[in-house]
């Protein structure tokens, strides 16, 4: 009872002074208090606040490294503490899709409870995280901050380690966690995105892709995703370009799903036909985010940016000399310098090039840039060099391997009799791309000896029909060939029968007078 008394009037005098003391006073004795116990404790303290500085305005970046951290260790974990005093709060946005069931987003959020502990271990030490949350005085708002408990005499080389392993760890899990969305540029010209959530379920392993293509894209995208401190070494902006290329159906649109889902990249579909000039669409690249992949389909088709360029260039310089000799007519009705100006008003090839490897394309990191074209000889070579297109993928008809793999997703046939008879089809010219064999197949998905039978058919039928393109493709050649030849043979044709004809008649007329001579 003694003890219960002393404390009660320890409290009572603690209360009277922090009532009587000035607060600069009490804050001093605070930093004393604390001051004394850091020199007695063995461990180091390090706080992360959510915010940095006083105002509370600019994040701090390693408070959400942490969140996410700790958030996969108490997912991860069975027993998601050994203090049984740790209390967790669950959480579940709004905006919960059910139909998003497969996401990661599906499922309730695991955080830790404010004033509560978690431990944590690395390079065998013990390390314990607080999560510590204030109310500020006469506000509602909240300060939110980690702490972090490191043995005090391992602290200076621990530190550093542990906050990379922090670091890598939570850029692991927000690439593979965070909901991904889908963007495209205004319908309405200018520059801004609206977008929507990214569900496409194409990846590499649903892909029907020629397996050497597909070893090398995926190595490739690999050492990109991990080539941070390679690009800074070398002093080139963190992107790599693609071209994909080959005739509508051939997987294009499908491969360009998988390396999203394969990154965790947002995707921004550029339509280049809505961007009005230069400057909204540096304004639309600005506008991405890091790891991103940014795609333009049909580049060949979506501006006029294959013409000569000197041709151009020549033109130009006509307009502006024309300009300048009527500049100083008052009777000019200025149609020149409008055109000039609806002339700067468009995308051209240079505002494109720099987009994709000028200075403005470094004002971001970790993206992917994406053509794709039907036809690659009609898009201008300036866009397909290295630096701004790296890696060409030429996606074609299907080879046996594609098919084979084809059959086994449709179908679920794995060896079938008339594969051969596929294969051969197929040595022999019939060409069909994985959208047209899926095609067939998925006609009679529930029937595999029909949907064989129907594949076997359909590519009799090209193999037949490319011996007869052929065949006629011959005939008409030669018919062109020897088209001149036979209009000159017509025409001495023609001339020699006319001749004949007059011969006969002159012959006739002969005939005639000479026996009208005899009869008289």
């Not at 998601?80 to 209390?87: A, C, I, L, Y």
């Not at 044709?493 to 007078?513: A, P």
């Amino acid at each position: 009872m003694e003890l219960l008394s002393q404390m009660w009037s320890l409290l009572g005098l603690l209360t009277v002074l922090q009532n009587v003391l000035p607060s600069q006073l009490l804050s001093l004795l605070h930093s004393v208090w604390q001051s004394l116990q850091d020199s007695l404790t063995p461990y180091s303290y390090f706080d992360v606040p959510e915010f940095l500085g006083s105002s509370a305005v600019e994040p701090n970046d390693l408070y959400r490294q942490a969140h996410l951290y700790l958030h996969h260790s108490l997912l991860v974990s069975s027993s998601p503490s050994s203090s049984s005093s740790t209390r967790l709060t669950l959480s579940l946005p709004r905006s919960y899709d059910s139909s998003a069931s497969t996401s990661s987003s599906a499922s309730p959020s695991l955080s830790l409870s404010p004033n509560h502990s978690l431990d944590d271990y690395f390079s065998g030490h013990h390390l314990l995280w607080t999560h510590h949350a204030d109310t500020l005085q006469d506000s509602l708002e909240e300060r939110r901050a980690f702490s972090l408990r490191l043995p005090k005499r391992y602290a200076a080389a621990l530190l550093p380690a542990y906050l990379a392993h922090l670091s890598a760890a939570a850029d692991r899990l927000e690439r593979s966690s965070r909901p991904r969305r889908l963007h495209t540029n205004s319908p309405n010209g200018g520059a801004s995105w609206s977008s929507i959530p990214f569900r496409h379920p194409a990846t590499f392993d649903t892909l029907a892709l020629d397996p050497a293509v597909k070893s090398l894209l995926l190595a490739d995208l690999s050492t990109f995703a991990g080539g941070r401190e390679f690009y800074r070494r070398i002093g080139r902006p963190w992107k790599r370009g693609y071209l994909l290329h080959g005739p509508p159906g051939s997987g294009k649109s499908s491969l360009i799903a998988a390396m999203a889902n394969y990154l965790r990249y947002d995707v921004y579909d550029l339509e280049l036909t809505r961007v009005t000039s230069n400057s909204d669409l540096r304004s639309l690249l600005i506008q991405t985010t890091n790891r991103s992949l940014i795609v333009i389909e049909d580049i060949d088709c979506s501006l006029d940016l294959t013409g000569d360029r000197r041709s151009k260039v020549t033109s130009k310089r006509r307009k502006k000399r024309k300009h300048y000799m009527h500049v100083q007519s008052s009777d000019d009705d200025g149609s020149d310098s409008d055109n000039g100006g609806r002339e700067e008003g468009k995308v051209t090839l240079s505002g494109l090039l720099n987009f994709t490897d000028g200075l403005w394309s470094c004002c971001g990191e970790e993206r992917v840039i994406v053509f794709t074209t039907n036809y690659a000889d009609e898009v201008d070579p300036a866009l397909l060099r290295p630096g701004r297109m790296d890696v060409h993928v030429r996606l074609g008809a299907c080879g046996m391997h594609v098919v084979r793999e084809l059959v086994e997703r449709y179908v679920g046939v794995e060896e079938h009799e008339l594969l051969g008879v596929v294969e051969s089809y197929i040595r022999d010219g019939a060409e069909m791309t994985p959208a047209e064999v899926g095609e067939v197949l998925l006609r009679s998905r529930e029937e595999p000896e029909t949907a064989m039978r129907d594949l076997a058919a359909e590519m009799k039928a090209r193999a037949n029909g490319g011996r007869r393109e052929e065949e006629e493709g011959w005939e008409e050649s030669a018919a062109e060939s020897s088209e001149g030849s036979g209009e000159k043979k017509g025409k001495k044709g023609r001339v020699g029968w006319e001749g004949r004809v007059k011969f006969l008649g002159r012959l006739r007329s002969l005939t005639k007078s000479d026996s009208g001579r005899r009869g008289v």
